[in-house]
């Protein structure tokens, strides 16, 4: 005999997981941040593939910001908005898609 189970994934569900993927994107910019703070890093290839992997995630993101928004200051010791700007943008987005996937 022969039974088959179809599993049905639902709104909620769906929901989840996209709010899932928000997160990890949330770590991974402040990822990005934490390491434009070490200024050398020691070369080994396992982490060099990690690291980029953060910048080719995220650099696209932060690069819209970046367009509009340069760096403050200068000599070494310039500030970098574009992260905060994105999360905002990003928090909103993620409210709204969520919101929009599973209302309840």
């Known amino acids: 005999m022969n039974i ?3 599993a049905a994934i ?8 996209v709010n899932a993927l928000f997160i990890v994107y949330f770590i ?6 934490l390491l434009s703070w070490i200024p050398r890093m020691p070369y080994n290839p396992a982490l060099r593939a990690a690291v980029d992997f953060v910048h080719q995630t995220t650099d696209p993101y932060l690069n819209i910001f ?6 403050i200051g200068g000599r070494g010791m310039a500030l970098d908005i574009s ?3 994105a999360i905002i943008l990003l928090f909103i987005l993620q409210g709204i898609v969520v919101g929009l996937i599973d209302p309840g």
Do not use: N, Q
């Open 83 to 85: 992260p905060i700007i």
């Open 10 to 17: 639902g709104r909620e569900e769906i929901a989840t997981y």
């Open 28 to 33: 991974l910019i402040f990822i990005r941040v």
């Open 66 to 71: 970046r367009r509009f928004l340069p760096p």
């Open 4 to 6: 088959s189970v179809v």
